[in-house]
């Protein structure tokens, strides 16, 4: 699961316990992968929008 999903889950569902410890790994490697914007404004809308 992604973390910031899990972090959101585990901290707004009343019914989880959350005094267990977790052990976080990652899967995959981080991703090469992002954004590149030819504008500052369309950057900044994009962010917005998001």
Same mark, same amino acid.
């Given at each position: 699961?992604?973390? #910031? @999903?899990?972090? +959101?889950? &585990?901290?707004?569902? /009343?019914?989880?316990?959350?005094? #267990?410890?977790?052990? #976080?790994?990652? %899967?995959?490697?981080k @991703?090469?992968?992002? +954004? %590149?914007? /030819? @504008? /500052? /404004?369309? &950057?900044?809308?994009?962010? =917005? #929008? =998001?």
């Open positions: 699961m992604d973390k #910031q @999903s899990f972090n +959101y889950f &585990r901290a707004n569902i /009343k019914d989880i316990d959350t005094t #267990q410890k977790i052990d #976080q790994f990652t %899967l995959f490697g @991703s090469p992968n992002g +954004y %590149l914007f /030819k @504008s /500052k /404004k369309v &950057r900044d809308d994009f962010n =917005l #929008q =998001l």
